[in-house]
């Protein structure tokens, strides 16, 4: 089973930006599907983007659309969260999610994958 570990995660003013990334340490996930989910106090935990293993197919929640762009560097082995236009409403632990089997649901699949530790972004009011 891979492991895997988010990073990118911190504090940053409203209206910024962060890259989140997620790669695993053991072996290349470049062969997983991928996706992006977030908890926030309180609530339970949501999703957010997904990718195919190509990065051909992607998938958002709508409350992301435009703001945020899920991606992939194979060669890498990593997938990234680009999340511009921060406000305090996406204030959230950052989870990355992967599995080898089908992407589905729109990426609602990936809740039973693997999961991350998580990352935490915090954009303070």
């Known amino acids: 089973q891979v492991h895997v570990v988010e990073s990118g995660g911190g504090l940053v003013q409203a209206g910024g930006s962060l890259k989140l990334s997620c790669a695993s340490s053991?072996?290349?996930?470049?062969?997983?599907?991928a996706g992006w989910f977030r908890q926030a106090p309180g609530k339970e935990r949501e999703f957010v983007a997904a990718?195919?293993?190509?990065?051909?197919?992607?998938y958002y929640a709508d409350f992301v659309k435009g703001r945020f762009t899920i991606s992939r560097d194979n060669a890498k082995g990593t997938v990234y969260l680009q999340m511009n236009g921060l406000n305090p409403e996406y204030t959230a632990v950052y989870y990355c999610?992967?599995?080898?089997?089908?992407?589905?649901?729109?990426?609602?699949?990936?809740?039973?994958?693997?999961w991350g530790q998580g990352t935490q972004v915090t954009v303070p009011s």
């Open positions: 999610a992967v599995d080898s089997a089908p992407l589905l649901s729109g990426g609602l699949s990936l809740f039973a994958g693997t």
């Open positions: 053991e072996r290349t996930i470049s062969t997983y599907n």
């Open positions: 990718t195919d293993w190509s990065g051909l197919t992607t």
